[in-house]
């Protein structure tokens, strides 16, 4: 970053803080991860010069020789990685990814059904509080109030009083695998397009360690950032029936020009994802997190759904008398970092909601094992029993940044 710190100082400064940030805590926000060098090598290169508004071999710019055999070479390996017959890399994130989905199959007004929002379902499917939920008549499905999981005959009974256009998949915060075959069937009852949104899961199904959609779904968005260990950014995967549908809504239906970096960078990450070591890593991902689930749960936290079988755990604080937001506050000034998160039957406001969010790719990703697992549910025990006690949470803190000194980040060259 030679020229960075001659020219701009601030920036700089801001750019190096935040490594030794990301050195330093422990971050158990579930959508993030570390990439690799090479990733963030790919994202910065002279292809943020070019525009090139258009498809390979179709496109409204000259000079895109190499932005073609760029762009083929990021969908070529989507293809073969997701073994799906079409791939768009152009959607600029996992929102717009989703938008360009409802423009392929919906017209404003019409019905939608997902996951509602606060029971691990996504701002974009649906929410009021987004385009999606105003644009669509979004109705929701809702976790078993009694085991916390997906239940299958009340979305079957919604779908076909409804009739949804689209019927959505996927989720921001569900602790457990989604039976994509139930899914396939139920949008064929009611007549539906089957719209999958793995953006949490991706990289477990990369990694052969979550069911992939792709075989049952007529599209398929994930972003690539998160558990896939890319760039920002996203994919939508489909039929080749719907490839045209899909593309135009991608552009002109939404979009300018592709962000030709990122598409390196998400180029770069599609080929780690096919080496042997993603798969390792997503089984340990998988592993920590359910010996995580196993060292919370013996210390008296309870768990949404009683506990994992993917990247993430939800943990409902109401039994402990603390919110989500007193125990995330409270855990960053223990050097842990995570996300406060609304619990299925929330009775609390989304700003201070019941429950914290926490997953382990980015831990994993530095090489954290079950022995640092035990650790972070001994940190987050005495975090929650002192948790207005600034003198503890900083001698946690201290621990904390020892502890993360043995495990350095990829990506961030010390
Ligand atoms: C993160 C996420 C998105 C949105 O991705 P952005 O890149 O933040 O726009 C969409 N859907 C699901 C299920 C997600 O978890």
């Known amino acids: ?116 929002l606060n029971h691990g379902g996504h701002l974009t499917h649906g929410s009021k509080a987004s385009a999606t939920g105003k644009w669509f008549n979004a109705v ?19 779908a076909m009083e409804h009739k949804p256009k689209i019927l959505i998949a996927g989720h921001s915060a569900y602790p457990r695998q989604i039976d994509f075959a139930k899914f396939r069937d139920i949008a064929d009852k009611c007549g539906a397009v089957l719209f999958v949104d793995m953006a949490h899961f991706a990289g477990l199904v990369a990694g052969g360690q979550h069911p992939s959609p792709v075989p049952f779904a007529d599209v398929v968005t994930t972003t690539t950032h998160k558990t896939l260990r890319g760039p920002r950014g996203a994919l939508i995967l489909c039929k080749e029936v719907h490839a045209k549908a899909i593309d135009k809504a991608v552009f002109p239906g939404l979009q300018g020009g592709p962000h030709n970096a990122t598409t390196a960078g998400i180029a770069v990450a599609l080929k780690e994802a096919m080496a042997p070591e993603f798969r390792e890593y997503a089984k340990e991902v998988v592993e920590n997190a359910k010996c995580l689930a196993q060292e919370l749960t013996a210390r008296g936290f309870k768990l949404v759904s009683g506990g994992t079988d993917n990247h993430l755990i939800l943990i409902d604080l109401t039994s402990k008398n603390i919110t989500g937001k007193q125990m995330a506050v409270a ?84």
């Open 140 to 158: 929701h499905y809702s976790l078993n109030s009694e085991t916390d999981l997906l239940d299958y005959d009340e979305i079957l009974k919604l």
């Open 331 to 414: 855990l960053e000034k223990a050097g842990i970092v995570l996300n406060y998160n609304t619990v299925p039957g929330e009775t609390r406001k989304p700003s201070d909601p019941s429950g914290i969010r926490l997953g382990t790719p980015s831990v994993t990703s530095r090489g954290f094992g079950r022995n640092e697992m035990k650790l972070i549910a001994e940190y987050m025990d005495r975090t929650a029993g002192n948790i207005d006690n600034d003198e503890v949470l900083g001698s946690i803190n201290k621990e904390v940044t020892e502890l993360c000194a043995g495990f350095p980040v990829p990506g961030i060259e010390v």
């Open 1 to 116: 970053m030679k020229a960075l710190k001659t020219n701009d100082q601030e920036v700089y400064q801001l750019v190096k803080s935040e490594e030794s940030y990301q050195q330093s805590t422990i971050r158990l926000i579930a959508s993030e991860n570390y990439t690799s060098r090479a990733v963030l090598d790919a994202c910065g290169t002279v292809f943020q010069n070019k525009y090139s508004e258009g498809y390979p071999g179709a496109r409204f710019y000259q000079g895109q020789v190499n932005c073609d055999a760029l762009e083929t070479l990021a969908i070529d390996r989507a293809k073969k990685l997701f073994q799906v017959e079409h791939a768009n890399v152009q959607p600029y994130s996992g929102s717009p990814a989703n938008l360009a989905v409802y423009l392929a199959f919906a017209k404003p007004g019409d019905t939608v059904l997902g996951l509602n």
